[in-house]
C-alpha cells in the first residue's frame, strides 16, 4: 500500500519537475534538490522509503528554485533587450533652456505590441 503512494508521489514529482521549465538552471536545481532530499530522507528514515520521499520532495522544491532563477535571468536579458532598443535621450534640456512646461515620467506599458520601457517626457505649457 505504502509503496503505490511513494510511486504516485515519484511520478507526480517527475511531471512537475519536468513541466517546471527547460531552463539550465531548472533541471541543476532538480538534480541538486534529489541529492540532498535523498540523503535527508535517510538521515532521517533510516529506510528506503524515506529517502524516496526525500528525493521526491527535494527534486520538486529543487526544480522550483532553479526556475525561479531562469524566470529572473530570463527576466533581466528581456529588460537588458528593452533598454538597448529604447536608449535614454543623449541630452536633457536644463531648466532655464527649456520652454516653459515640465518633466514628467512615463510609466512603461504596451504600445502596438511592443513594449516601451519608462521614460520621461517634455509636457509644454501655453502661457
Not at 10 to 27: E, K, P, R, S, W
Not at 89 to 118: F, L, N, Q
Request: glycine content about 14%.
Amino acid at each position: 500500500m505504502m509503496a503505490r503512494h511513494l510511486v504516485i508521489l515519484l511520478f507526480i514529482g517527475a511531471m512537475v519537475a519536468g513541466c517546471a521549465g527547460t531552463g539550465y538552471n531548472t533541471q541543476k536545481g532538480a538534480a541538486i534538490g534529489a541529492g540532498i532530499g535523498a540523503l535527508a530522507g535517510q538521515a532521517i528514515g533510516h529506510d528506503t522509503e524515506a529517502t524516496l520521499i526525500g528525493t521526491a520532495a527535494g527534486t520538486l522544491l529543487g526544480a522550483i528554485a532553479g526556475n525561479a532563477v531562469d524566470q529572473q535571468a530570463a527576466y533581466s536579458q528581456l529588460y537588458r533587450q528593452r533598454v538597448r532598443a529604447y536608449p535614454p535621450p543623449a541630452y536633457a534640456m536644463s531648466a532655464d533652456e527649456s520652454p516653459p512646461g515640465e518633466w514628467i515620467e512615463v510609466r512603461g506599458r504596451w504600445v502596438g505590441g511592443r513594449w516601451v520601457p519608462a521614460h520621461r517626457v517634455w509636457v509644454p505649457v501655453n502661457p
